[in-house]
């Protein structure tokens, strides 16, 4: 199947006019063939496949970008898979966010090992994310207001509960020097594990009405967050808790939600309010804005994409139903 279309500091910085600014990407979509999916929150396999979960119809799918073609591996228990990831050894690991629990499916044998919470109480695994050497998956269940990780060897989970009551720990990130850290969707803070203690800091950010949701961190470990509430990019310095924040381009309704950092460091997070989204490019070094590009699905919401280093592309899924390719342009400086 061939792509559908292709083409305390606080700072507010108006950002440039216009789609592609920078001429800095083109994107590829592909319509998902499987009914009703939801596809979100695609992965990048060792053979190039993509993998991605569809949420509302409960499977695992995959895509050859090579060959243009789909597959899926149907889930028979509702599962409602929130989210997945792929290790070096090309084995998928799922959120099974309806049913409690973390998915193991390796595709070599067709076999799919079930992990549940070890506390009735933990019943909506959401977000999950490798630490450095892959000998641990960390990941947040929203609802149940915990943060936990997973030994990949052992199967075996250890829950940390957020301090802050309803925080609602959202997306998840391993920074540079392996903590991971956390955004608070229900309050206006951050968080960060360490990982030898597993005990959890809190960070606030300067605005009560903050809601971050999403998170990503660049290679010097600086942490840039969508304020999903407030319709603002934020960058934390965990070195000296300093919290500068920019203006999304479409103001307070544009409701960032997915991101992801480049080879490059430049940050790139999805405007979900405009009709159609918009992926934008942000420069951390001048702290501005270089690229708008729209979705031409539209898109509906983008809640999750992945930076491919291999291919310097990003791959997002759609709540149109599509799965998306980034191919992006270095930037003027690294050529």
């Not at 052992?154 to 301090?163: H, N």
Request: glycine share 10%; charged share 20%; hydrophobic share 40%.
């Amino acid at each position: 199947m061939r792509g559908l279309f292709c083409f305390l500091v606080l700072c507010l910085l108006p950002a440039p006019a216009g789609a592609d600014t920078g001429q800095t990407l083109s994107i590829d979509e592909w319509e998902v063939p499987f009914a009703a999916g939801r596809p979100r929150d695609p992965a990048v396999a060792p053979d190039g496949s993509v993998w991605f979960v569809g949420q509302e119809n409960h499977y695992l799918g995959r895509f050859d970008p090579q060959t243009e073609t789909f597959s899926q591996r149907k889930l028979d228990d509702a599962a409602g898979p929130h989210n997945l990831i792929v290790g070096r050894d090309g084995v998928v690991w799922y959120a099974g966010n309806r049913r409690g629990y973390i998915g193991r499916y390796d595709p070599a044998s067709d076999s799919l090992t079930k992990i549940k919470m070890p506390a009735a109480r933990v019943r909506d695994p959401h977000t999950l994310v490798f630490d450095h050497n892959q000998q641990h998956i960390w990941f947040t269940a929203q609802w149940s207001n915990v943060v936990a990780r997973l030994t990949v060897a052992s199967l075996a989970i250890d829950l940390i509960d957020i301090p802050t009551d309803d925080a609602r720990p959202y997306g998840i990130i391993v920074a540079p020097d392996g903590r991971p850290w956390i955004a608070l969707l229900g309050t206006n803070k951050l968080a960060s594990v360490n990982p030898a203690l597993l005990t959890i800091t809190e960070y606030a950010l300067p605005d009560p009405d903050s809601g971050p949701r999403r998170l990503v961190a660049t290679t010097s470990g600086q942490i840039y967050y969508g304020d999903f509430a407030r319709g603002r990019l934020g960058h934390l310095d965990p070195a000296s808790g300093q919290v500068t924040e920019f203006a999304a381009p479409a103001g307070d309704g544009s409701g960032p939600y997915a991101m992801a950092v480049d080879g490059t460091d430049r940050v790139w997070f999805v405007e979900t309010g405009p009709r159609p989204n918009r992926l934008l490019g942000f420069d951390p070094e001048s702290g501005s804005y270089f690229s708008q590009t729209d979705i031409p699905s539209g898109a509906g919401s983008v809640r999750h994409m992945t930076f491919d280093a291999s291919t310097n592309a990003i791959w997002f899924g759609t709540d149109a139903g599509t799965l998306g390719r980034a191919r992006l342009t270095a930037p003027a400086s690294a050529r």
